[in-house]
């Protein structure tokens, strides 16, 4: 529960207590006050009915004693009023003894009302006086319904006075009731905020001190409670300073052993300096006598250099002479390549026209063979005629429309063994003219396989001349490399030459500055040597620093 909640209860609990306490008098109240107001307007309601009873008791002795319609139409009057309000008395009454004598009322009433009216309507005078007479016994019993309301409401008005005391007696201990649970509330409430501000006070009074050996007890790292999430700071904090007071005093005594250390390596290198200044002077008259001997050097290499670039220009002209007789080869090489690709392509067209000239002589020999079935067919027919004829001559004149169909069917087999004739003779030439087709694409196809076998020759010498010039270009071209690299190797050679002549000389130039050089940081050495000391002297304080904490 966070900290603005637990205010805010603080607040909120002794206002809702305040306001439910307001709730029960308010309601209570207006209990008593609703109470009372139905108990008035019974007794009011009885007193009224009371007198309205006794004005119609007077209305009917009147219309008794003067028969007038006047008295008559205010009797009426009376009568209906009464039982009006008869009516409505009833259903405000509640108690048993009320309505057992509201219900004898009634009956009493709706029986003189009944009665009365009879005898108005008959103008019977005696007879109105004497209900006017029997009203008084009703007023009796009105009389006693009214004093056992007056007792109810009496005892009503005790009750009422009960409640108010209770009402009272009930504000006075809510209010102290209150009062005491908003106090103790309160006091909870503020307890589990100050008691762990308190021990968070005592714990940051020890860090200030510099003991970070303390110890923070009921730590709630989930909790979303403001006091609880600041004591889990507070304790990060004191971690992070822990660890951080360990590392700095860590640090320390590294930089103490570093400087000591650092002392030592000063005055080794005081030593070496003073070594390196004796022998920079002889390194000097050693270089001096190899820059000489590497500047003859360098000159070979010169003329060297030159007697490789002029073999490498040679070997380059020779490589660019078979590259050309390459290509010459590999074009010759892919012209007889296309060359033999079309008389294949001729050779695989004859051989389909010698397929295609075998399958036609097949058709001739098929159509030859059906114009042969037609010829028989056709004379079949022809027999098939001429019996049809000699039947229909039989027959007399009944069959001479057929024997005209018989003579029909004969001249139409006539003439299909004529056409078949035709197609027989024109099927032998189709077949001679075939077979000299034949002949002719046989004497090709032989051709095309001689011109195929001769350019597979052609081909073989091509393809051992291309491996042959190929071969010899392979060689030029790994001899002008070689040369290359060797032209390469020697430039680098000259070059790393020439780059240690120059290294020499920088170097005996440089030796004369080490040499001044270590004059100079002989002085250097000494002034760092003096800081060693000014950094010891600090460590020593910081480390007095770190002591006044306990970790």
């Known amino acids: 529960m966070s900290l603005r909640i637990r205010l805010n209860l603080l607040g909120l609990i002794p206002l809702v207590l305040a306001i439910i306490m307001v709730f029960f008098i308010t309601s209570q109240v207006m209990l008593i006050q609703s109470s009372s107001k139905d108990d008035v307007a019974i007794l009011l309601n009885v007193e009224k009915f009371r007198g309205d009873l006794t004005n119609t008791k007077q209305a009917l002795s009147n219309y008794a004693f003067n028969p007038s319609d006047a008295n008559m139409t205010e009797a009426k009057a009376s009568l209906t009023s009464v039982g009006k309000q008869l009516d409505g008395l009833g259903k405000q009454l509640t108690v048993a003894n009320q309505k057992e004598l509201y219900k004898k009322i009634s009956e009493k009433f709706n029986t003189l009302n009944t009665d009365a009216s009879q005898a108005l309507e008959a103008q019977n005078k005696p007879a109105v006086n004497r209900q006017a007479m029997r009203v008084s016994g009703i007023l009796n019993d009105v009389f006693l319904l009214n004093k056992e309301t007056t007792s109810w409401y009496n005892q009503n008005q005790e009750n009422t006075r009960n409640?108010?005391?209770?009402?009272?007696?009930?504000?006075?201990?809510?209010?102290?009731?209150?009062?005491?649970?908003?106090?103790?509330?309160?006091?909870?409430?503020?307890?589990?905020?100050?008691?762990?501000?308190?021990?968070?006070?005592?714990?940051?009074?020890?860090?200030?001190?510099?003991?970070?050996?303390?110890?923070?007890?009921?730590?709630?790292?989930?909790?979303?409670?403001?006091?609880?999430?600041?004591?889990?700071?507070f304790s990060i904090m004191l971690q992070n300073l822990k660890s951080t007071v360990q590392s700095v005093e860590k640090v320390g005594e590294d930089v103490n052993e570093f400087s000591i250390n650092l002392t030592k390596q000063m005055l080794n290198l005081t030593e070496s300096s003073n070594q390196v200044a004796a022998s920079t002077e002889e390194l000097a008259k050693g270089s001096q006598s190899i820059s000489n001997d590497i500047q003859s050097a360098a000159s070979s290499m010169a003329n060297m250099k030159d007697d490789f670039e002029k073999n490498v220009n040679d070997s380059k002209q020779s490589l660019e002479y078979s590259d050309e007789a390459l290509h010459s080869v590999e074009n010759g090489k892919q012209s007889l390549n296309n060359q033999q690709h079309l008389t294949e392509q001729m050779a695989n067209s004859t051989s389909k026209i010698s397929e295609a000239v075998k399958d036609f002589n097949q058709y001739t020999g098929q159509i030859e063979s059906a114009a042969l079935s037609v010829h028989q067919i056709a004379e079949q027919t022809n027999l098939l005629a001429l019996n049809a004829a000699i039947e229909a001559a039989r027959a007399g004149e009944a069959g001479k429309g057929f024997a005209v169909v018989a003579e029909e069917v004969r001249k139409l087999a006539e003439d299909s063994s004529r056409a078949t004739q035709q197609i027989t003779e024109m099927v032998k030439n189709i077949k001679n003219g075939i077979l000299s087709v034949a002949e002719a694409t046989n004497e090709g196809l032989g051709i095309s396989n001689q011109q195929v076998d001769s350019m597979k020759v052609t081909e073989q010498s091509f393809q051992t001349i291309s491996s042959a010039v190929s071969s010899i270009f392979s060689q030029l071209n790994g001899l002008v490399a070689q040369l290359e690299h060797s032209n390469v190797k020697s430039n680098e050679i000259l070059s790393v030459v020439e780059n240690i002549s120059a290294v020499t000389e920088e170097t005996a130039a440089g030796t004369e500055e080490i040499s001044a050089s270590t004059e100079e940081q002989m002085r250097s050495f000494a002034h760092l040597n003096d800081m060693v000391e000014t950094l010891q002297k600090m460590t020593k304080t910081m480390k007095q620093e770190l002591d006044r904490f306990s970790l």
């Open 163 to 233: 409640k108010i005391q209770f009402i009272v007696l009930c504000s006075i201990i809510g209010s102290i009731l209150l009062v005491v649970l908003s106090l103790v509330l309160s006091f909870i409430l503020s307890n589990r905020i100050v008691k762990p501000i308190n021990r968070m006070v005592r714990n940051a009074e020890h860090v200030a001190d510099g003991d970070l050996t303390v110890e923070i007890a009921d730590l709630k790292p989930q909790s979303k409670y403001e006091i609880d999430k600041l004591a889990n700071a």
